[in-house]
């Protein structure tokens, strides 16, 4: 199975190119970030005429995640276990959630496509919520592979974090000025690695960016940054075979400003009965 994260920033701006890429790379399953519409407004004929399935989370022309696949999507959600809130100004418990998290499975793989929150800037209330969303997040992954040790999970998408020195290569990126590289940000990353999961990719495609801003040249000079990942649970790290950036998709006309990432998984004939099918 071939399986990858991309964030299309607007589908339905770049999904004759989504589905292109898609097709050309004999992609099976790709979780999609930042698809800015709701499911109504989803581009979904190029999708179904190519033989993929969509299932669609979006509640307005902002976030919003998705998965197309050949395989059959079953035990859909949009909300992983106390996904926290945000609205600007305020605080509390029951703050609206964001279209930021989808779950499904596919032949028996738990996956989820994830829009982190970005943070805005250090001290913004942004910021706190992104970090309390992570720690929601590797709440529920301890819980659930302590509970399922063998259920073989995926967590894909845009993580607004480089984990390491190397994954910033964007000289207006700077430790102690700026949001992705603060030590917060990066523990909160690193906690997820602490709670079962590997990066799936990395001992297999140990350099690349994945994100290039818009601004100044940064794609040209090679100035991007590392922060879209596959992280997967001990029973779906021992199945990847392959992985691989893909930063030409970054070239041609009105590109998103970040790539596919992609990983091939060996079969698995007989896959643990004991996973739960909901994350």
């Known amino acids: 199975m071939r399986i990858a994260t991309w964030n299309v920033n607007s589908i339905r701006a770049r999904v004759t190119r989504t589905v292109d890429w898609m097709v050309r790379e004999d992609v099976d399953v790709l979780a999609m970030q930042e698809i800015k519409c709701r499911p109504d407004q989803f581009p979904y004929v ?22 197309a696949s050949r395989a059959p999507l079953t035990d859909v959600e949009t909300a992983f ?55 929601r997040l590797a709440d529920t992954v301890r819980e659930q592979l302590s509970k399922h040790p063998h259920l073989p999970l995926a967590l894909m998408g845009d993580f607004n974090v480089a984990p390491l020195d190397e994954d910033n290569g964007d000289p207006a990126v700077v430790e102690g000025v700026s949001t992705h590289v603060s030590p917060p940000e990066r523990a909160a990353f690193a906690a997820l690695e602490t709670a079962g999961l590997t990066d799936v990719v990395r001992p297999l495609a140990p350099t690349g960016y994945t994100y290039w801003d818009y601004k100044q040249l940064r794609f040209p000079r090679n100035e991007g940054m590392r922060i879209d990942f596959i992280l997967g649970s001990p029973a779906f790290a021992d199945r990847v075979t392959g992985a691989s950036i893909h930063r030409n998709e970054r070239k041609g006309e009105a590109p998103s400003d970040h790539v596919p990432v992609l990983v091939d998984l060996a079969d698995h004939e007989d896959d643990d009965d004991d996973r739960p099918m909901i994350f």
């Open 81 to 135: 276990h106390d996904m926290p809130g945000f609205l600007k100004g305020e605080e509390g418990p029951d703050l609206p959630k964001e279209a930021r998290a989808l779950g499904v499975t596919v032949d028996g793989i738990r996956l989820w496509s994830l829009y982190v929150p970005n943070g805005r800037a250090l001290g913004d209330p942004h910021l706190d919520y992104k970090l309390d969303w992570y720690a």
């Open 46 to 67: 190029p999708f179904e005429e190519a033989g993929y399935e969509v299932v669609a989370h979006g509640l307005n022309q902002w976030n919003g995640v998705a998965f």
